[in-house]
């Protein structure tokens, strides 16, 4: 295409992830003409990548409950038009094989290159014109949308923003969604990173940077949620699928609660074991239940280091309540550069849960991360992309 030549589409989407691709396969299904363009060189980046290169692609217990929004119900209509079971029955389709992890998170057996070749693969059969290295340069509308590039001008009845959110820049991530979306008027809800490790300052940065690289088991809570799974110290503090989830529910200046020992009584424990086995030392006993470098540390900070026979039964009461309600107050996140999602977005009321359309501006669709929808760790945000996309896929 020669520089200022007009090319004209039904339809034009930004962004070639996850629900890009999939609004743009659905709509070309339907006969429609679509554009889908990508400032990257490649399509579906975080797909790639996403996983440890399997592609975390949806999960078996998609509800509702499990999606953050200022608008609880507005990710349901979606969620119910295009299921996991829907997605399921695609990769099938296609003959990708894939496994069940825990918490009902499915991956790909072999490399998520598969998943990226399936959604490319779709999109060729729906006559999709894929186009990556375009660079969005403006979107305006007259009668008509407008999207500038630094490669041409194209024009479309209807526009769907599907670039994502703040999360991973090294990956491309950008603000241009909230950005077109603030252009056409429409409102943002409060934007921050989601699923992201958490920071800590002075003597508790120096006590987590000293266990870095250890992991263990812990039921952590903060504000009426939690989650029992892996949680990692680090050098800047605490990441591990718990914390990550946490991160979402979480806010500046506040605590979380760690229970270092989920499901075991660990007053009672220690009380116990003082009287079964007077001779053992802390932390010995400690390592049994616990990471050996742990266990070193957190009895060096509580207990003396003389056996549990002269320990006070008042003080291990004490030490096992810590045990199972460590009160830790993180001092922020890793930001954007490591939160696998971007929190808040295009604000749910100015948009139609059922197409996704932009209420005040028709033919205008907003999909995927952009939206103030963030589900839990494990397929959840994934299953967003598809569902999300295949709603506006058969409206646009």
């Known amino acids: 295409m020669s520089d200022g030549q007009l090319e004209q589409f039904d339809v034009i989407v930004l962004g070639a992830g996850a629900a890009g691709m999939m609004c743009a396969m659905t709509a070309g299904a339907r006969g429609r003409r679509v554009l889908l363009l990508d400032h990257s060189d490649e399509v579906g980046k975080k797909i790639l990548i996403s996983g440890g290169g399997h592609c975390n692609f949806t999960n078996l217990n998609i509800f509702p409950e499990r999606f953050l929004s200022n608008n609880p119900h507005f990710c349901k209509s979606a969620l119910a038009g295009y299921s996991q079971h829907d997605f399921i029955s695609l990769i099938n389709r296609h003959r990708i094989s894939w496994h069940e992890k825990t918490h009902g998170q499915l991956f790909c057996d072999g490399s998520a290159r598969a998943v990226v070749r399936m959604l490319l693969d779709e999109c060729a059969a729906s006559s999709v014109d894929v186009r990556t290295t375009h660079h969005i340069v403006d979107v305006s509308r007259s009668d008509r949308f407008q999207v500038t590039t630094d490669k041409g001008l194209f024009t479309a009845v209807s526009v769907v923003l599907a670039t994502g959110g703040l999360s991973i820049p090294k ?22 990173p989601g699923l992201v490790p958490l920071t800590f300052e002075g003597d508790t940065l120096d006590l987590m940077c000293s266990l870095s690289g250890v992991s263990l088991d812990c039921h952590v809570t903060s504000n009426q949620a939690n989650f029992r799974e892996g949680m990692l110290f680090t050098h800047r503090g605490l990441s591990g699928p718990a914390i990550l989830q946490i991160s979402s529910y979480w806010k500046g200046g506040e605590e979380i609660l760690i229970d270092l020992l989920p499901g075991l009584n660990a007053p009672a424990f220690l009380l116990t074991q003082k009287r079964t086995r007077p001779r053992i030392v802390p932390r010995t006993l400690l390592s049994e239940v616990l990471p050996t470098r742990f266990s070193e540390k957190i009895a060096h900070l509580h207990l003396p280091d003389r056996p549990m026979a002269e320990q006070k039964d008042k003080t291990l009461a004490l030490f096992g309540e810590t045990l199972n309600s460590w009160r830790m107050r993180p001092s922020g996140t890793e930001g954007y550069t490591k939160a696998e999602v971007t ?15 932009a209420k005040k501006v028709p033919g205008l669709f907003i999909i995927g991360e952009a939206v103030d929808v963030c589900g839990w760790l494990g397929g959840y945000n994934f299953q967003w992309a598809w569902s999300s996309g295949y709603a506006a896929g058969q409206a646009v």
């Open 343 to 357: 929190l808040g977005g295009i604000n749910t009321d100015d948009l139609s849960s059922k197409t996704m359309e």
């Open 171 to 192: 990956m491309g991530a950008t603000g241009l969604a909230h950005d077109i979306g603030k252009r056409f008027e429409l409102s943002l809800s409060e934007i921050r």
